[in-house]
């Protein structure tokens, strides 16, 4: 039986104003779905799901958010749940016994959002003055109560610099938390956003060698840098295969970063028993791109990562934007060498992101 790994954004709210937001203008166009639309979508369709991320806008404003997470750990505990916050839902613990007792029972791994190692920084950066201290309030009750913790951020020009890494790795440290990096995606109607935040392949590339030689690059769940860069043969694309993003409106779409209106109009919770249908042809289909037949890693990278492609080109007939050879360079001769055993994360299945950690 297929399963899939779902991301989910119960709410368009947002207690942040974030300079790289993708998901906002979407968000913003938004019906929200109730309570109980989530638990009629869960209880038809819990068979079909592996693991549920919350994320998207901040669930843990919403009260239903730890009313809803309590009652698919009790009725369907099979079902991994984890959380990508800001920081704040630590707040909303403190505030509430009865949500911190729903978190620790429910939510099995967290995301943290720091961007910047630096206080003023991450908050400039996020819009928000809290951001900081959300952020590392919520590590440390992580960290105290043994929940498995990563720091995310966006890869961009300035989050990867050597200062800024070294930063967000003893901050790792300090909470025994792994780094996960999401590289980012251009926002289609911002330019001037896309050319601030648009990371080039050296900058990534160099600070790839940089982990890898200081750090632990732990896994690469990418299928064009965990092929070409580690030469890892186990890698599937699973955008819109076995990973899906499901909107506030009950939109089901096909990756976290392809949620304009083509992508929302096919499926949607509210359709009852609807994973065992969903097929989105263009990626369960996908053809390698005429420029990668004949390349070494054809059979294995295929092309690239799916959203990449249709973000930077509109198509998957072009391939991945970080291509080595698309861009005049040379595959790496030598591959990082990577440890992995074991799936790291619900975001191993889930999206194309990479994972560090420090060295033990």
Not at 234 to 246: A, D, P
Not at 318 to 325: E, K, N, S, T, V
Request: glycine share 6%.
């Amino acid at each position: 039986m297929k399963k899939f790994n779902v991301g989910w954004g119960l709410t368009n709210k947002c207690n942040m104003r974030c300079q790289f937001c993708y998901s906002k203008q979407a968000r913003d166009e938004l019906k929200e779905c109730t309570y109980d639309d989530w638990k009629k979508f869960v209880d038809e369709n819990h068979e079909w799901i592996d693991s549920i991320n919350y994320g998207t806008g901040e669930n843990a404003i919403l009260d239903d958010f730890f009313k809803i997470i309590m009652y698919i750990r009790t009725s369907y505990p099979s079902i991994k749940q984890s959380l990508t916050s800001n920081g704040y839902v630590f707040e909303r613990m403190e505030a509430n016994p009865d949500y911190m007792e729903a978190f620790l029972e429910s939510i099995d791994e967290v995301d943290v959002s720091i961007d910047f190692y630096q206080k003023e920084r991450h908050i400039e950066f996020r819009g928000q003055p809290l951001a900081y201290d959300w952020a590392l309030k919520t590590l440390k009750f992580c960290h105290e109560h043994g929940k498995l913790c990563t720091i995310v951020f966006v890869g961009f020009e300035e989050s990867l610099q050597k200062d800024n890494l070294d930063g967000l790795f003893k901050i790792a440290k300090e909470y025994d938390a792994l780094l996960r990096m999401n590289i980012y995606r251009p926002v289609s109607n911002r330019p001037d956003i896309n050319q601030r935040f648009i990371l080039s392949y050296q900058t990534l590339k160099n600070a790839l060698d940089y982990i890898n030689e200081k750090y632990q690059i732990v896994s690469l769940s990418d299928i064009l840098f965990g092929t070409v860069f580690a030469g890892q043969t186990h890698l599937k694309e699973n955008t819109g295969v076995n990973s899906i993003r499901i909107l506030p409106d009950g939109s089901i779409c096909p990756s976290t970063y392809l949620i304009t209106e083509e992508y929302r109009n096919q499926y949607n919770i509210k359709q009852g028993r609807i994973l065992d249908q969903i097929v989105f042809n263009e990626f369960e289909n996908s053809v390698i791109p005429k420029e990668c037949v004949g390349c070494q890693y054809e059979s294995q990278c295929k092309g690239g990562v799916f959203d990449r492609r249709i973000l930077w080109y509109g198509t998957l007939e072009q391939r991945d934007p970080y291509c080595p050879i698309r861009l005049g360079k040379e595959f790496p001769k030598e591959y990082y060498q990577i440890s992995k055993t074991k799936r790291v994360s619900v975001h191993d299945d889930y999206l194309p992101t990479l994972f560090f950690k420090n060295k033990e």
